[in-house]
């Protein structure tokens, strides 16, 4: 059972760029996340899943994208990097039942020049 | 604006004495409240809830008390250990379309001295 898992570990970006974040899950979670977490911001939420075929705007969706084809992925765009995307990004699963109880990826360092 | 608020971004505890660290919300339709425990280079682990209906969880080492009428939980570590040196969020939630995509604090960074 790998759990959540995130793909790249670490990337750096020039300004304008676009790439995706991967995210993978094997304990056929309903609810999947993707948060960003920034020195003295905490865990900042960008969009959210409840279902495949089903996603949602959070916190700060602004500049991301993202689908749910199936139960297990959930891959976040960015359209066209910028500086201010600079961040660590957690993808996190949960169950319906707990759905406030997460289970969160290693994380992405993302550095965008 | 934030909604849940963690006003102490770092802690320093002797090795066997508590640690007691505090969250503050201002959304009374949370429902759910947690602390995540996380290590640098890794993502957050959950490490206690607690429904809005009690006001008391504990979890061996770890109890989280709420005062709903201040609108304040705590997380007690007793006794502290070293290992416990990690940032903890606390974080909330509601049912939101049915679901309960939590809001986290900006975490308080606990250092625990041998």
Known sequence: NAGVTQTPKFQVLKTGQSMTLQCAQDMNHEYMSWYRQDPGMGLRLIHYSVGAGITDQGEVPNGYNVSRSTTEDFPLRLLSAAPSQTSVYFCASSNRDRSHEQYFGPGTRLTVT | ?114
């Not at chain 2, 505090?22 to 429902?31: A, E, L, Q, R």
């Not at chain 2, 709420?66 to 997380?75: D, R, T």
């Not at chain 2, 416990?84 to 960074?109: E, K």
């Open chain 2, 1 to 114: 604006d934030q909604q849940v608020k963690q006003n102490s971004p770092s802690l320093s505890v002797q090795e066997g004495r508590i640690s007691i660290l505090n969250c503050d919300y201002t959304n009374s339709m949370f429902d759910y409240f947690l602390w995540y425990k996380k290590y640098p280079a890794e993502g957050p682990t959950f490490l206690i809830s607690i429904s809005s209906i009690k006001d008391k969880n504990e979890d061996g080492r770890f109890t989280v008390f709420l005062n709903k009428s201040a609108k304040h939980l705590s997380l007690h570590i007793v006794p502290s250990q070293p290992g416990d040196s990690a940032v903890y969020f606390c974080a909330a939630s509601t049912a939101s379309g049915g679901s309960y995509i939590p809001t986290f604090g900006r975490g308080t960074s606990l250092i625990v001295h041998p």
